[in-house]
């Protein structure tokens, strides 16, 4: 892998292919050590046996004679280079970019035919279309696998984002060299804020518009498609007992004719008081005209048949039900959850309503005063369950397409600055650099660890006896980070708590069933009139892009969790894969494989883990996005004509209980990885660099007769001859691809 400077010069130890295998088997110069018989060696190959004028041919026959180890000749290596995998030429750092370039257009251009062509082919009425318009059940279905499609899109562009954000806080080897030269130092192979304000000013507004944009896909691109369902307005006329025996006339009132409703009051249903409490109670049970009968004569109500009247239901949610409840005595009772199933439930026997004595108030259209009811009669129930549809907004679309365009722009300036300035993103770009052209900043102190240069004693030469650490994972993360990210989940449990605990509450105050088998029956995204929080007359943009906004706030939380989460696990991983080369040869991961070197994941982490993590948050964004949602209605009056639209927020306690539990699965995951899990100890440590370049660099002071090493497997240990060598006490400890490596000695001064 050769590293580029941003000057456009290529650094110094930068070797072509065949000369770095032909180094690969040329003699250590430290005679002092070949002549004590020291039987280091370096790519494999003897240093008191293998001579430079020996062909390759017969330096492999010796290797294979002496050591068993053709597998490490470079006519292996070669070999091997030739069968890599198309996976391993396909994570090439800059054939992922180019996928993600590839990636974020082709959303793009998803949205913006998909726009248009459900514009055209729906049409659009104040920036509203209507994909699907019929049964209920085929509505409900049908919103369910479009968010589907909607969360994979997002979850893609949230990893391009994820992804292209590390890589444009990852340092250059220049950048680098100037931080250590400030006794600074900079994260390596994890997403860096703490990188970020320390590089130049385009990567600064790259990550931060990477993250704007990310944002605003997620607070807005779940609602786009929304599902909808009908109400339906209706009148309520307050009569008489004997109402049937006077051809007395009613008037009209918002251009409705009460008096049609009492012509037809013979042909109406008869509903007993707690029937029809419980009809027209519920906002969605579609209930129609209505007459309710009360227990006063005419004769006792000043000759006038008609004692108050109202239109009701649809076009205002919180107040539609509420002539149920508008005597004087149960007003006066109601609670601030409004009128409910529980507090008519004490009312069945004696249920009065207003008999239009007190004058109408805000919450009270039929007015007050008290008249106890009879009966009533019922013009029957709407066709609600054909009414409902699949509907879409022009204006959020236009909202994802504009920040879809604006990441495409940020992810290409990328790729383009990527292949200008070769980033360090990885722990085997780091090591390979470091070997290559060793940091002098950073020399006479192998043993040194993120702790140190976090401490007042860093960047000074530094012998240091060497005591193996017992390290669990929690050590390769700050405790700020580990801390934030805690923070992140404690705030998401308390916002998930605090809505499924409003959920129940809901169900409990009107009576609904909380049994694990009723929150299922409601299922996911299907809205509940014991679960809906806000209210809106209005179907103009700027009210439904607010309502949007509110049910889909809790998405950045969750957003920010997947952020924090995966810089902690990769700081952890970072971490792990540093401590494997204590035990065994292993050649480097990098952006840009050259010789024995092998390609970085695809994902940034180990599949094991990053796959796993991607499709977990994926999961949980579709459950957040189906547990609280816009839940948007179409009235119909009276006459059965469409009029106001209206916008709330509705949330599903099952969804919200699936929520938390992959939530809290994904927290006790992590935590159990922190604490319980433990890096290599014994005879097996390394020193704990993490993240920490400097800690790195101060590691990969190699031997000067090493000068391939980054390019063929290496391993961690005390390195041979005189290099580095301060007095006879202290010795050195770096990669190497010696054969026989050595452990440090427990107590032993190294530097």
């Known amino acids: 892998m050769s590293w580029q400077r941003a000057n456009g010069t290529t650094d110094s130890g930068s070797h072509n292919f065949s000369s770095a295998f032909n180094n690969y088997y040329l003699l250590h110069p430290d005679q002092e050590a070949a002549t004590k018989a020291r039987s280091y060696s370096y790519g494999e190959s003897s240093i008191s046996s293998v001579s430079p004028s020996r062909s390759r041919s017969a330096s492999i026959e010796h290797d294979s004679a002496q050591f068993g180890q053709v597998e490490s000749s470079a006519y292996a290596v070669e070999q091997d280079l030739k069968r890599r995998t198309l996976w391993e030429r396909l994570t090439k750092r800059r054939v992922v970019l180019r996928f993600q370039v590839g990636l974020t257009f082709g959303v793009l251009l998803i949205n913006i035919i998909w726009t248009i062509w459900s514009a055209r082919t729906y049409g659009t009425r104040d920036g509203i279309g209507t994909i699907f318009s019929g049964e209920c059940g085929k509505s409900q279905l049908l919103n369910v696998y479009l968010h589907i499609v909607i969360n994979v899109l997002s979850t893609l562009l949230l990893g391009t984002s994820n992804y292209c954000m590390q890589l444009i806080a990852a340092p250059t080897r220049d950048e680098i060299d100037r931080a250590h030269a400030k006794k600074t130092w900079l994260d390596i192979g994890v997403p860096s804020a703490r990188n970020v304000w320390k590089l130049s000013l385009s990567n600064k507004v790259t990550w931060i518009g990477l993250g704007i944009t990310s944002a605003t896909l997620h607070l807005f691109w779940n609602s786009a498609v929304f599902y909808s369902f009908p109400t339906h307005g209706y009148r309520v ?11 007395q006339s009613w008037p009209s009132k918002a251009g409705f004719e009460f008096d049609l409703l009492r012509e037809s009051a013979t042909d109406l249903e008869f509903l007993e008081p707690a029937d029809c409490i419980n009809r027209y109670l519920d906002i969605y049970n579609a209930g129609k005209d209505v007459i309710v009968v009360t227990k006063r004569t005419t004769a006792e ?43 008519m439930d004490d009312f069945y026997s004696n249920w009065t309503v207003a008999d239009g004595s007190v004058a109408p108030t805000a919450t009270n259209s039929l007015g007050g005063g008290t008249v106890e009811v009879d009966h009533c009669l019922s013009a029957g129930l709407n066709d609600s369950q054909s009414q409902c549809s699949v509907e879409f907004s022009t204006y959020i679309m236009g909202i994802v397409i504009a920040m879809n365009a604006l990441k495409c722009g940020f992810v290409l300036f990328v790729y383009w600055k990527s292949a200008k300035f070769g980033a360090i993103v990885t722990l085997g770009d780091a090591v390979a650099s470091f070997l290559q052209e060793p940091d002098h900043h950073t020399e006479q102190m192998c043993l040194t660890t993120k702790r140190t240069f976090m401490g007042k004693t860093a960047w000074q030469p530094q012998a240091l006896q060497w005591h193996p650490p017992k390290t669990r994972w929690i050590g390769a993360t700050t405790k700020r980070r580990f801390w934030i990210t805690m923070g992140f989940y404690i705030a998401t449990f308390m916002t998930v708590t605090g809505l499924l605990g409003a959920g129940i509450a809901g169900r409990v105050r009107d009576h609904a069933p909380i049994s694990i088998g009723a929150l299922l029956s409601q299922g996911l995204g299907n809205p509940d009139p014991q679960q809906l929080l806000s ?25 920010g ?59 949980l964004q579709w459950l957040v996005s189906q547990s609280i949602f816009l839940v948007r209605t179409v009235n119909y009056d009276a006459a059965g004509t469409s ?95 010696a054969r026989d490596v050595t452990r440090p000695v427990e107590g032993r001064l190294y530097a």
């Open 237 to 247: 006329a307050v009569a008489t007992s004997d109402f049937q025996n006077f051809n």
């Open 301 to 343: 109500n000043a000759n006038q048949t008609l004692l108050t009247y109202e239109t009701a239901g649809g076009a205002v949610w919180y107040f539609e039900e509420y002539w149920i409840c508008s005597s004087t005595e149960i007003h006066a009772a109601m609670l601030p959850g409004g009128c409910t199933q529980s507090l």
């Open 535 to 559: 209210n809106s007359k209005s179907g103009a943009p700027v009210t439904l892009l607010a309502a949007v906004a509110l049910a889909n706030v809790f998405q950045l939380l969750f957003s």
């Open 561 to 619: 969790l997947y952020y924090m989460y995966n810089s902690v696990l990769s700081c952890m991983l970072v971490a792990l894969e540093w401590s494997k080369y204590s035990t065994q040869k292993k050649s480097l991961r990098v952006s840009d494989p050259t010789g024995a070197q092998r390609s970085s994941y695809f994902l940034t982490i180990p599949y094991r883990y990053g796959i796993p993590l991607l499709g977990a948050s994926s999961l």
């Open 643 to 737: 009029s106001v639209e209206s916008n709330r927020i509705g949330f599903a306690p099952i969804g919200i209980v699936a929520s938390y539990g992959l939530t809290g699965l994904m927290f006790f995951t992590l935590l159990l990885l922190t604490f319980l899990r433990v890096y290599p100890q014994g005879d097996k440590a390394m020193p704990m660099v993490s993240t920490c370049s400097a800690a790195i660099s101060a590691s990969c002071h190699r031997d000067p007769g090493d000068v391939s090493a980054h390019l063929l497997p290496l391993q961690w240990g005390v390195t041979p001859g005189r290099y580095r060598r301060i007095d006879k006490e202290v010795g050195h400890c770096s990669f190497t691809t």
